[in-house]
C-alpha cells in the first residue's frame, strides 16, 4: 500500500538513481531539465526551488510501508479556473517496476486531483517508444485523445508524444 506526500528536498538522493540513462532522463523529463543529464539530487532540488513559488504546482513522493520512496511525480494545473490537472516527471524506482507501484501512484494522483484539488480532468503525455508507461496510464483509466507525431525533439530525433486524459465521471 502506497501513501502520497509532498515531495522534500531529501528525496531526490532516491529519484535520481531511478534514471539509469540517457533515453529515461528523457522519457522522464520531456526536456524540462535540458542540459542536465546526468540528474543530480543538486539541479532537481534546484529546478523545484524555481517552482516552489506557484500555487498551481506540486511535486510528490509515493512512499511505501516502510516510509521509503518508490516513486514520483509533479502535478499542476493548466488552466486559470483550475479544473484541468497535468501530471508529469513520472517515475517509479527501477527495482520495484512490474509490481503494481506506478498503478497504485498514479491511481492515487488522479484520486487527489479530483478529489482534493477538485479538478474535472486529469492529463498527461507519454512517449510512444514508452509502451510500459502507456500501458499503466490506460490500465488505470486514461484514455489517448491524439498523438503528436513530432512532439518533442531528442537529440537527432523527433519522439511522438500521445496525449491522454482521466476524465471525471458525471
Given at each position: 500500500?502506497?501513501?502520497?506526500?509532498?515531495?522534500?528536498?531529501?528525496?531526490?538522493?532516491?529519484?535520481?538513481?531511478?534514471?539509469?540513462?540517457?533515453?529515461?532522463?528523457?522519457?522522464?523529463?520531456?526536456?524540462?531539465?535540458?542540459?542536465?543529464?546526468?540528474?543530480?539530487?543538486?539541479?532537481?532540488?534546484?529546478?523545484?526551488?524555481?517552482?516552489?513559488?506557484?500555487?498551481?504546482?506540486?511535486?510528490?513522493?509515493?512512499?511505501?510501508e516502510?516510509?521509503?520512496?518508490?516513486?514520483?511525480f509533479?502535478?499542476?494545473?493548466?488552466?486559470?479556473?483550475?479544473?484541468?490537472?497535468?501530471?508529469?516527471?513520472?517515475?517509479?524506482?527501477?527495482?520495484?517496476?512490474?509490481?503494481?507501484?506506478?498503478?497504485?501512484?498514479?491511481?492515487?494522483?488522479?484520486?487527489?486531483?479530483?478529489?482534493?484539488?477538485?479538478?474535472?480532468?486529469?492529463?498527461?503525455?507519454?512517449?510512444?517508444?514508452?509502451?510500459?508507461?502507456?500501458?499503466?496510464?490506460?490500465?488505470?483509466?486514461?484514455?489517448?485523445?491524439?498523438?503528436?507525431?513530432?512532439?518533442?525533439?531528442?537529440?537527432?530525433?523527433?519522439?511522438?508524444?500521445?496525449?491522454m486524459?482521466?476524465?471525471?465521471?458525471?
Open positions: 500500500m502506497l501513501r502520497l506526500r509532498p515531495y522534500k528536498a531529501c528525496d531526490a538522493r532516491y529519484i535520481v538513481t531511478w534514471i539509469k540513462d540517457e533515453k529515461s532522463f528523457h522519457q522522464w523529463s520531456a526536456n524540462r531539465f535540458e542540459g542536465l543529464y546526468p540528474l543530480t539530487e543538486e539541479s532537481m532540488n534546484q529546478y523545484y526551488e524555481k517552482e516552489a513559488y506557484n500555487d498551481s504546482f506540486w511535486e510528490m513522493t509515493a512512499m511505501d516502510d516510509g521509503l520512496p518508490v516513486g514520483h509533479i502535478m499542476r494545473f493548466t488552466d486559470e479556473k483550475k479544473k484541468v490537472i497535468r501530471l508529469g516527471f513520472v517515475v517509479v524506482d527501477d527495482l520495484k517496476r512490474g509490481y503494481g507501484y506506478g498503478k497504485e501512484m498514479i491511481r492515487l494522483a488522479v484520486r487527489y486531483s479530483l478529489d482534493i484539488l477538485k479538478a474535472d480532468r486529469v492529463t498527461l503525455g507519454v512517449f510512444t517508444n514508452n509502451p510500459t508507461a502507456y500501458h499503466c496510464y490506460k490500465s488505470v483509466g486514461f484514455v489517448p485523445l491524439y498523438t503528436n507525431d513530432r512532439a518533442f525533439r531528442i537529440g537527432n530525433e523527433f519522439w511522438p508524444c500521445t496525449e486524459e482521466f476524465a471525471r465521471r458525471r
